[in-house]
């Protein structure tokens, strides 16, 4: 790796081993920066704080091997990126503003694909990973990684029965818990329905009584006016001498009768005059008729304006007219059906809820059993790693156990509690040594105990679920003499099957390494390129000397750096 700008690293190369790299220096030299820097490649949270102060940005580049036929590599292909000699060239770049880009193979990616490729390639722990160890939903999780396809099958049934249970709960306690608010909307929806049941409107009613409350009162001065009119178009009978425009149009279109055969314009005129006269005719007739049909009844009149007020009831509630009001009883109708369904809803529902807590029993019954029979192996194991790291006394179990709630489902006879990953709560417990009643690592382990029960956890995953890289920050926190020189001893032996990089105080775990990276600062206070550097020979000697008496001169501390190197490679 080359990272540049990054915390107290300016500019500096980082060459792992493909065996057992170890990580060295001083306290506050920037040997977490390696950490850092490989998480940001593997697609790690970006913090603008990690930029150096006075840098637009910080860079980390890599080269990482990919192995052959894997899913990584797949990945990296799908997004475009170019392979070089089977490795992926990956950057990460970080803007003081927070910004973070991302590029493979030469391509640029989401940063999310960085974080696909991580999984496959490699496994971080650190000392914030010992405190998740001790959360039990950490624990349950480990347990159910270690077991593979026999608890992850079981689950995914058990996961989609939970997610439809949750579903219909949901439902019922939805419609349950509002049953008065509906019972209240049915009340008033009925009201309105057999309000509007009671009137009978009709579509177009409001309009067409609207019109006709309009004619009735006027009908005198409609009467009128059409016999004046109907006088002026055809003549008065009480008046014979009187002059009506039928009487002149026909005077009109007899006179040009006379001549129309001389000349064809006027001849156009006379038939002109005499479509007139026949329009004059048609409305007169169409006027007397009107005077006679029309009614001036004030009983009909009294009996309109009744039923309009009754429909200007249900138009103040229901719509603005009789079209609106008959669409909201078409709406209200349904939506009581709805309504009134409710009961034999919460009946289905409890019945289908009641068939799947069943199920769901079923299914945590056989999740339970598979996660037994993954502890036993997975407590076995652990304990056999735990004897080459300097605990041979040590026993790691695993109590699974239920938690019992009226509400729950049953399982074995008891109603127990349930989540959206089984019944179980997995709690890992140690025994460190013989007599000694088994505990929760939380409460019964040290810190040199719990960093080896996490190496020893780490190392049976490898043997299940390997991963091309494993890298360790000051997971050997707590840990010294005989403990250390195992946990180096292990730490190589991982090595041989896998990449192990570890950032380490301690020189009984350095010692065992196939290369040692020393991190120093300059005066400045800055890592420089020069600043990471292999140390060999002489120089890893002065180096393990000073981690073991704080003394790079001192004769003991080198004839005893010299002895676990000497011990190291007797070892490999």
């Known amino acids: 790796m080359r990272i540049r700008s990054l915390g107290v690293i300016d500019d500096a190369v980082v060459e792992l081993s493909p065996g057992f790299t170890a990580v060295t220096g001083e306290t506050g030299a920037g040997k977490t920066m390696v950490v850092t820097s490989l998480g940001l490649l593997l697609g790690g949270r970006a913090d603008p704080a990690l930029v150096r102060i006075g840098a637009k940005n910080a860079v980390v580049e890599g080269r990482i091997a990919v192995p052959t036929g894997g899913t990584a590599i797949l990945r990296a292909e799908e997004a475009g990126a170019e392979l070089d000699d089977g490795a992926l060239l990956i950057s990460r770049t970080v803007s003081a503003e927070g910004r973070s880009r991302a590029h493979i193979g030469g391509r640029s990616v989401p940063v999310g694909v960085l974080a696909e490729l991580a999984d496959e390639l490699v496994a971080v722990h650190g000392q914030t990973d010992q405190q998740g160890l001790l959360k039990l939903s950490r624990q349950r999780q480990a347990l159910d990684r270690y077991a593979g396809d026999a608890v992850t099958t079981p689950l995914a049934k ?36 057999d309000e509007i049941a009671a009137v009978e409107p009709r579509s177009g009613e409001d309009a067409e009584l609207s019109a006709e409350a309009e004619r009735l009162g006027h009908a005198e001065a409609l009467a009128s006016a059409a016999t004046a009119a109907h006088a002026a178009l055809a003549g008065n009978p009480e008046d014979p001498e009187g002059i009506d425009a039928a009487t002149l149009v026909a005077g009109a279109h007899r006179a040009l009768e006379a001549v129309r055969a001389h000349d064809s314009a006027l001849a156009g005129l006379s038939g002109r005059i005499g479509e007139i006269n026949i329009l004059l005719r048609d409305v007169a007739g169409e006027l007397a008729g009107y005077a006679d049909d029309l009614d001036a009844d004030p009983l009909r009149l009294a009996a309109v304006e009744e039923r309009r007020a009754a429909l200007t009831q249900l138009t103040r509630k229901y719509g603005e007219d009789v079209d609106a009001v008959l669409a909201w009883a078409e709406q209200g109708a349904a939506r009581l059906l709805e309504l009134d369904g409710d009961d034999e809803r919460i009946g289905e529902l409890t019945a289908e809820r009641d068939a799947l807590r069943a199920e769901l029993g079923g299914l945590a019954q056989a999740l339970t059993d598979a996660r037994a029979e993954a502890a036993e192996r997975f407590a076995a194991a652990v304990t056999a790693e735990l004897a080459s790291l300097a605990m041979p006394h040590a026993r790691v179990s695993f109590e699974i156990r239920q938690t019992d709630d009226p509400e729950g489902v049953e399982l074995g006879g008891r109603t127990v509690a349930y989540g959206p990953a089984g019944v179980d709560e997995v709690e890992l417990l140690l025994a460190p040594h013989p007599g000694a009643p088994p505990r929760p690592i939380a409460k019964g382990a040290s810190g040199g105990e719990l960093s080896r029960v996490m190496l020893a956890v780490e190392v049976v995953f490898a043997g299940t679920d390997p991963v091309p890289t494993y890298l360790f920050d000051e997971v050997d926190a707590g840990v010294g003499g005989k403990a250390a020189v195992e946990i180096g001893r292990r730490l190589a032996r991982l090595a041989r099957s896998a990449q192990v990089v570890v950032v380490t105080h301690l020189p009984q775990v350095a010692a065992f390494a196939d290369r040692q990276l020393l991190v120093e600062k300059t005066n400045d206070g800055s890592v420089t390129r020069s600043g990471v550097k292999v140390l060999e020979g002489e120089d890893r000697i002065r180096e393990l000397s000073r981690m073991l008496a704080g003394q790079e001169d001192s004769q003991t501390a080198r004839a005893h750096a010299e002895e676990l190197l000497a011990t190291a490679r007797a070892d490999a």
């Open 158 to 193: 058990y996961a989609g029965a939970y997610r439809r249970l949750r579903a219909i709960t949901a439902e019922l306690d939805e419609i349950t818990t509002r049953a008065r608010e509906r019972a209240q909307e049915a009340d008033l929806l009925r009201f309105g329905l």
